[in-house]
């Protein structure tokens, strides 16, 4: 049976090269930006189109079973559209997981792969080496101070609770929803990755 | 330099069992129940009153530094027990972690020692395994309802915190004062606290 391993991370926290690091590791495939591609493909829409809504909040007035209903009307098109790259998501999950042994990062995919059994983890740091990996890593024509950095971990954070929150109905971040949490603060995240890495095959392997 | 690995759990998540069973692997000491008789001894009290204190909550009407003064005039003598049951505490933790590598279960050792670079680990289950654990591992004698368990359960970890919270002004349970934070639930602990030992043996060793 393909063996899931599930990364949820805190913008900044360095989740995203964790999990690249692992994929080569253990020798698994690694899904992140191009599961958009995917989404796209199925949905019908753009990719851009879907990485704004997989981005923003979700629309939190109605739980989404009501939306389709509503959405008849026109006037709940937008969330219409959300439910539908919601679907396509779990979808291209589902197909992800069962062609291969693989790491998705983000998508809800701890939760979307539930009956899965995915190893669940959930990477974060504190909020000063957050704010140094990100202006570290910032392209040269942003010019983000840091408080302004701040203010957009939090808002990036923030938007991934609400989507996920909507979505599976569970906390964001909450540690019960996760196998382990691993904080990256003043850690070498290469190093991190390697024992991670070892530790899991380990697991797998009694 | 001596390597100290700090334990917080919730309560029933098997969080001690798991510290024990690392401490073995390891080969290094492992200090739980017996912190409170060291505790006795320094501080010139029975281990009954020490225990006591350390398993009840702080008086959280003042900050511990206030304390002192006022116990001048025996209004606040309770608060003055503790604040010589937490300096002998502090003490004893910084004596224990002196002598060799070793694994401390509670105490808030996480930040007592913090200058000596603990690995902090925080372990955890959900409710109804924890449940289930406790009801398996009561004394005959014992009579608890699920749900009287239940209750038990999330006292003793509300002394925990409003204890924890109080000396350190940290939040007890806050991800971002661990190093990793491992869930219990549904796991084996003897295979749990075996690949997160050689992850820390690999981890110690780079």
Known sequence: M???ITISREFGSGGREFGRRMSEILGIEYYDKEIISKIAEKADLSEGYVKEVVE???MPLFPMTIGATFAAVGVYYPLMVEESVYTAQTEVLHELAEESSC???GRCADYILRE????RMFIYADMPSRVERCMKRSSPDEHFSEKEMKKKIKNVDE?????YDFYTGRKWGDRQNYDVCVNTTGKDIKLLAEVYSRML???NSK
Chains 1, 2 share one sequence.
């Open 159 to 163: 938007s991934r609770a609400k989507y």
């Open 2 to 4: 393909n063996k899931i």
């Open 103 to 105: 790491i998705i990062v």
């Open 116 to 119: 899965k059994n995915p190893f």
């Open 201 to 203: 095959q380990d697991y």
């Open 56 to 58: 923003k909040r979700p």
